[in-house]
């Protein structure tokens, strides 16, 4: 199997470089220290399998996994992980490959054995903050991805089968359904129609356009976006409540 190691340590990535070189069915094809730098990787090489430290400064191990899984041909996923016994539990019951630190060879070869591709409800089983919001979105651009800061992002707009993410720096398609960045950022994002989903935070006014529609207006878009009836109280009581 192609393998990409990934871990912010070096000495880490040594260790299951020298494991993997004595099992000899298997090729490295690449290293990442960064959650950021495992998901660039894994779009240029296109490994069967991502060996993924979870603490990592930045991005973190599981929502660098997130961000693979949403992949047109994502990868198998094994945690190389310090949890406790609970947690590596939790692992196991998802049938989520894992390796507890100091990685053994034996434990190696059998979490290779049985790689299968990570979930979202596994993601989502995962224990205490495993399911936790995202800090980015990715967006596929080519052969490559772009990471959006959340905290950049104005609103999203549903078109059919795509979503469309508008930040400071643009506007990019993702293959994620507005029902699931909904629940994903609710303490964030208020549903103002059935295909708009708005960044609170962005939120500048609220107001009646022509023909006393309500819509609202949003930091850095030109245009106002129109607030369904079924949605106004909501936005209407989040507003209040923040």
């Known amino acids: 199997m192609r393998i990409l190691l990934v871990d912010d340590e070096a000495l880490a990535r040594d260790r299951l470089r020298a494991l993997l070189a004595k099992m000899g069915e298997h090729e490295v094809v690449g ?11 894994a779009v240029a090489l296109q490994p069967d399998v991502v060996l993924l430290d979870i603490r990592m400064p930045g991005m973190q191990g599981l929502e660098a996994a997130r961000h693979l899984a949403a992949l047109e041909a994502p990868p198998a996923v094994i945690f190389v992980t310090a949890y406790d016994a609970f947690a590596i539990e939790a692992f196991e019951a998802q049938a989520v490959g894992y390796l507890l630190k100091p990685v053994r060879r034996e434990r190696l070869a059998a979490a290779l054995a049985r790689a299968a591709r990570l979930t979202r409800p596994q993601l989502d089983a995962l224990g205490p903050g495993a399911g936790a919001r995202r800090q980015r979105i990715a ?23 795509y979503v469309t993410v508008y930040h400071e720096a643009g506007r990019d398609l993702i293959d994620e359904s507005l029902k699931d960045l909904e629940s994903e950022f ?9 295909n708009a989903l708005v960044a609170l935070r962005h939120l500048a006014a609220i107001e009646r356009g022509e023909g006393g529609q309500l819509v609202v207006r949003i930091e850095g878009v030109a245009e106002p976006l129109a607030v369904s009836r079924r949605h106004a109280p909501e936005l209407r009581r989040r507003i209040q409540s923040g």
């Open 31 to 41: 290293e990442a220290d960064s959650g950021e730098t495992c998901l660039s990787e």
């Open 186 to 194: 609710a303490d964030d994002f208020v549903r103002i129609h059935r």
């Open 139 to 161: 967006a596929r651009l080519g052969d490559a991805l772009q990471l959006i800061p959340v905290d950049t992002i104005r609103f999203f707009q549903a078109d059919q089968k």
